[in-house]
């Protein structure tokens, strides 16, 4: 693993002075957990369980982050998840490698990150993010109590049960008139509320991203060995 966090490195600053996707002062970030299907044996400590997907409900598990900016994307780190990893201890380990490459604007995270301590974690970091709320009870007693208005914000919205954090929470309609939930630390007038369909949309596509990276890039294995599987998968985000 650190040969490969060298070679991002190289590549990283190879195309940071030849690309003007990144040499823009600040540049946006979105994190994501990419999973590969797996179909052997069930007792490797890095196969995690989840939601069936693809015949399985077992994977091998990256967390990464790319830069997403107009479409495109740019993968600047991908750590491979045990299944007794700690998800706020992988992503402050990169964070820490993430910041001194690239000024963050805003990062962005789906779901799977809702959690208090890792949005206290991003807090600690001084980043700015946005973040689809999970709809627990709480949640959708506020958008029944929302329906006569297209916008809404309620600060300092508290989060968790034994450890604590606070947010805004954004309820806001979209284009179809349904209202959608994002928790943010930032604040935004209620009027602009609804660019956070298109600046949290810049992280979409980043799953075709790595379908392609499997098409065009990776090489084809039946190999049950998690260090073949680990390799090609790095190698794939590299080329």
């Given at each position: 693993?650190a040969?490969?966090?060298?070679?991002?490195?190289?590549?990283?600053?190879?195309?940071?002075?030849?690309?003007k996707l990144?040499?823009?002062?600040?540049v946006?970030?979105?994190?994501?957990?990419?999973?590969?299907?797996?179909?052997?044996?069930?007792?490797?400590?890095?196969?995690v369980?989840?939601?069936?997907e693809?015949?399985?409900?077992?994977?091998y598990?990256?967390?990464?982050?790319?830069i997403?900016?107009?479409?495109q994307?740019?993968?600047?780190?991908?750590?491979?998840?045990?299944?007794?990893?700690?998800?706020?201890?992988?992503?402050?380990?990169?964070?820490?490698?993430v910041?001194p490459?690239?000024?963050?604007?805003?990062?962005?995270?789906?779901?799977g990150?809702d959690?208090?301590?890792?949005?206290?974690?991003?807090?600690?970091?001084?980043?700015?993010?946005?973040?689809?709320?999970?709809?627990?009870?709480?949640?959708k007693?506020?958008?029944?109590?929302?329906?006569?208005?297209?916008?809404?914000i309620?600060?300092?919205?508290?989060i968790?049960?034994?450890?604590?954090?606070?947010?805004?929470?954004?309820?806001?309609?979209?284009?179809?008139?349904?209202?959608?939930?994002?928790?943010?630390?930032?604040?935004?007038?209620?009027?602009?509320?609804?660019?956070?369909?298109?600046?949290?949309?810049?992280?979409?596509?980043i799953?075709?991203?790595?379908?392609?990276?499997?098409?065009?890039?990776?090489?084809?294995?039946?190999?049950?060995?998690?260090?073949?599987?680990?390799?090609?998968?790095?190698?794939?985000?590299?080329?």
């Amino acid at each position: 693993m650190a040969k490969f966090i060298s070679i991002f490195d190289i590549i990283f600053n190879f195309a940071k002075q030849n690309y003007k996707l990144l040499n823009r002062r600040k540049v946006n970030i979105a994190y994501d957990i990419h999973k590969l299907p797996y179909y052997g044996d069930k007792n490797d400590p890095y196969i995690v369980e989840g939601k069936p997907e693809r015949g399985t409900t077992h994977f091998y598990q990256f967390l990464t982050c790319s830069i997403v900016i107009a479409g495109q994307r740019f993968t600047i780190d991908a750590i491979p998840i045990h299944k007794f990893d700690n998800l706020s201890g992988l992503l402050d380990e990169s964070l820490i490698r993430v910041k001194p490459k690239v000024k963050i604007d805003q990062a962005y995270f789906d779901r799977g990150f809702d959690r208090a301590k890792i949005i206290n974690l991003i807090k600690s970091h001084r980043i700015k993010f946005i973040m689809p709320k999970i709809r627990k009870e709480t949640i959708k007693a506020y958008l029944r109590k929302s329906e006569d208005c297209s916008a809404r914000i309620i600060n300092d919205f508290e989060i968790g049960k034994n450890e604590k954090a606070t947010v805004n929470l954004i309820l806001v309609d979209d284009e179809e008139g349904i209202k959608r939930a994002f928790i943010t630390n930032f604040d935004i007038p209620v009027q602009l509320t609804h660019y956070l369909y298109s600046w949290y949309g810049k992280r979409w596509g980043i799953e075709t991203a790595y379908r392609q990276f499997d098409h065009d890039f990776k090489a084809r294995t039946t190999s049950k060995n998690y260090h073949i599987r680990l390799f090609y998968f790095l190698f794939s985000v590299c080329l």
